[in-house]
C-alpha cells in the first residue's frame, strides 16, 4: 500500500510508521489478510463473511440453551416475543457496532477512552470487563456439565477443568483460526439440527407458537426474570465491542461507495447469522414447552421439566437421538461453550486494548478472566449442585440484561453522531428505533428491580427498622443505576471527529479531495490471528 504523494489524510497524520497505539492506522506491513475488490460486486459478500458468524456464536452458547430451556418448560410459548424482539434489536444494535468500526476505523472500546473523562471511562471499563466474565460462567458451567454427561467427571472438577480446556483450544488456532472456527460451527448446528427435527415429533401447535411470538406477555415476576435473562443471552454487552473491532480486519476500499457496500455486506451477513441463531433459540423453546407441557409425560421426565437445566435436558432429543441424545447433547454442549469462550477472549483484548490501550497475549488474557468466573461457578457446584449451578446461568444472563445500557448508550450515541461518523450518520429512522429498543430494554430492567426489591421487603421477616434500611439501600442503588444511564444519554459528545481519510482513487467519492490510508488495524488482526505475522516483520 503506497501513500499517495501529494495528498494527506483528512483526519489523520501520515508518517513513516505506525508510532502511536491511538493510531488508528497501519503502514505497508505484510501480513495476512483479507482484501475486498475495489470493483462492486454480490461477490465480495464472501469477502466479508466471518464478523457475523462469530459474533453469532455467543446466541447459541450455554447460556441461551439454559434460559430457553426454561423459559419453554415453564411457561410454554409465552415468552417467544422475548427472542423475537431481542433478535431484531441484535440485528440493528450489531449492525450500528459494524457500522462505528468500518467508518471511524476505531472500534467501541477505543471511542470510549477518547470521548469519556478518566473516571467515567474507568468506570465503562470495568462494567465491561464485569459483563465478560458474566457472559463467561455460563461457558464454564455447560463445559462442566458436558464433561459430567460425557465422562460423568463430578461437576465441581468439571469446572476446574474449564480452566485449561479453552487455552488447549486457543493452541489449536495455530492450525488456523477459519478450520476451529467451521468445526464449531458445525457441531452447534448438528444439535441444532436435531432441534429442528425433534419438533417434528413435539409437534407444537402452531397457532399457540405465533401467538407467543407476537403477543407479549409476562405473567408474574418469574416470567420477567426469565424475560430479562433472554435479553441479556441474546444481546450481550461484549458483542458491542466484539463486532466493532472484528470489522477492522477486513482490508475495504475507503471510498463512499466502498464504505457503503462494507455497512450493506456486514449487514447482511449478520441478518443471515443471527437468523440461524433465532431459529435455533426458537427450536429450544418449543420442543421445552412441547415436550414439558405434554399430558402423556411420564413421572421422571416431568421432574426433570420441573428443574431443567442443561444436565437433564438431553431427554429432549431422545425421539431423534434414542440412547445418544445424552453424549451427542454433551458434545454440543462442550463445543457451544468452547466456542464462545474464544470470541469472549476476543471481546476482552478488545476491550482492555481500548478502554485502557493495554494487551495481553490471549492465554493470559482468558486465563485471568477464566479464574474470575470459575471461582463463583466453583462455589456454587459444590454448594448448590447442578440445580445451583444452572440458577447462575440465569443470574449471570440477568447480569448481562442489566450492564447492557453501559455499552448500547455509548454506541447510539456514536453512531449517531455526525462528527463521528460524516454522511454514514444514522437516520432519524434508525435512531428511533434504536432509542426505542434500549428504552424498552431498561424499562423491563427497572421494572423487574423495584417489583423483587418491594417482594422481598413485603416477604422479609426482619424488623421494620431492617426493612426501612434495606429498602433506603435498594432505591439507592436503583437511583445510582438510573443516574449512570442518564449520564451517558445527557452527556454532549465532543466535537473532535474520529473519521478517518478516504482514498483518492475515485475522486467522485473522495471528501473534500483528501486521501489517506485504508483498514485493516495489524493491531486488531494480530489479536485474532499472533501466528500471521511473517519472521521479518517479527525482526522489525
Known amino acids: 500500500m503506497a501513500a499517495l504523494p501529494t495528498q494527506q489524510p483528512q483526519f489523520m497524520s501520515n508518517g513513516d510508521r505506525r508510532t502511536h ?24 459478500l464472501f469477502a466479508y463473511m466471518g464478523p457475523g458468524f462469530l459474533v453469532s456464536i455467543a446466541y447459541i452458547d450455554p447460556g441461551n440453551f439454559q434460559t430457553d430451556l426454561q423459559a419453554g418448560a415453564q411457561y410454554k410459548y409465552g415468552l417467544l416475543w422475548i427472542i423475537l424482539l431481542a433478535s431484531c434489536a441484535a440485528l440493528v444494535i450489531q449492525s450500528l457496532a459494524a457500522n462505528l468500526g468500518v467508518v471511524t476505523g476505531k472500534h467501541l472500546a477505543e471511542h470510549c477512552r477518547l470521548e469519556y473523562p478518566k473516571v467515567p471511562n474507568f468506570i465503562l471499563w470495568i462494567i465491561a470487563e464485569i459483563a465478560i466474565v458474566a457472559c463467561d460462567i455460563p461457558e464454564v458451567i455447560g463445559t462442566a456439565f458436558a464433561l459430567n454427561m460425557l465422562f460423568k467427571i463430578p461437576l465441581w472438577l468439571g469446572v476446574l477443568i474449564t480452566g485449561l480446556s479453552t ?7 495455530q492450525y488456523g483460526v477459519r478450520k476451529l472456527e467451521i468445526l464449531i460451527t458445525f457441531l452447534v448446528l448438528t444439535i441444532a439440527g436435531c432441534f429442528f427435527a425433534e419438533l417434528a415429533y413435539a409437534k407444537p401447535v402452531a397457532s399457540e407458537v405465533l401467538q407467543g411470538l407476537f403477543v407479549p406477555q409476562l405473567k408474574g415476576s418469574g416470567a420477567t426474570k426469565l424475560a430479562i435473562s433472554l435479553l441479556g443471552a441474546m444481546v450481550m454487552p461484549h458483542n458491542l465491542f466484539l463486532h466493532s ?6 482490508k475495504i476500499p475507503r471510498s463512499v461507495s466502498g464504505i457503503r457496500e462494507a455497512c450493506a455486506f ?17 427450536s429450544v423453546i418449543s420442543v421445552s414447552g412441547a415436550v414439558c407441557n405434554s399430558s402423556n409425560l411420564d413421572p421422571k421426565d416431568l421432574q426433570s421439566c420441573k428443574n431443567l437445566d442443561l444436565n437433564e435436558a438431553s431427554f429432549l432429543l431422545r425421539n431423534v437421538l434414542g440412547n445418544w441424545s445424552s453424549k451427542l447433547f454433551a458434545i454440543a454442549l462442550l463445543a457451544s461453550g468452547q466456542s464462545s469462550t474464544i470470541t469472549g477472549t476476543y471481546a476482552g483484548q478488545y476491550v482492555m486494548q481500548g478502554f485502557l490501550d493495554l494487551r495481553l497475549k490471549p492465554w493470559v488474557r482468558n486465563f485471568v478472566t477464566r479464574c474470575l468466573a470459575i471461582v463463583p461457578s466453583l462455589a456454587v457446584a459444590i454448594i448448590g449442585g447442578s440445580s445451583g449451578a444452572g440458577n447462575l446461568i440465569i443470574i449471570a444472563s440477568m447480569i448481562l440484561s442489566f450492564e447492557l445500557p453501559f455499552a448500547l448508550i455509548p454506541l447510539l450515541k456514536f453512531t449517531s453522531c455526525k462528527t463521528k461518523m460524516g454522511i454514514y450518520v444514522n437516520s432519524i429512522a434508525i435512531s428511533t428505533t434504536t432509542w426505542i429498543i434500549s428504552s424498552l430494554i431498561m424499562a423491563i430492567n427497572i421494572y423487574y428491580l423495584a417489583e423483587t426489591l418491594v417482594t422481598s421487603l413485603r416477604e422479609s421477616h426482619l424488623k421494620l427498622v431492617g426493612i426501612v434500611f434495606l429498602g433506603f439501600l435498594g432505591v439507592l442503588a436503583m437511583l445510582i443505576y438510573l443516574a449512570s444511564i442518564a449520564y451517558l444519554v445527557i452527556r454532549k459528545n465532543k466535537d473532535g471527529s474520529h473519521l478517518i481519510a478516504l482514498t483518492a482513487s ?13 483498514l485493516p ?15 521479518n516483520d517479527a525482526l522489525d
Open 167 to 173: 487455552l488447549v483450544l486457543l493452541l489449536l488456532q
Open 266 to 282: 456486514y449487514l447482511i451477513e449478520s441478518g443471515f447469522a443471527l437468523l440461524v441463531a433465532f431459529l435455533i433459540n426458537i
Open 506 to 518: 475515485d475522486n467522485r467519492d473522495v471528501v473534500n479531495g483528501h486521501g489517506g490510508e485504508s
Open 21 to 44: 497505539p491511538k493510531d488508528p492506522l497501519i503502514e505497508n506491513i505484510e501480513y495476512d489478510q483479507i482484501v475486498v475488490p475495489d470493483k462492486k460486486s454480490w461477490k465480495n
Open 521 to 535: 488495524r495489524e493491531d486488531i488482526v494480530n489479536m485474532q490471528l499472533p501466528q500471521t505475522r511473517n519472521n
Open 245 to 250: 473491532a472484528l470489522v477492522l480486519s477486513r
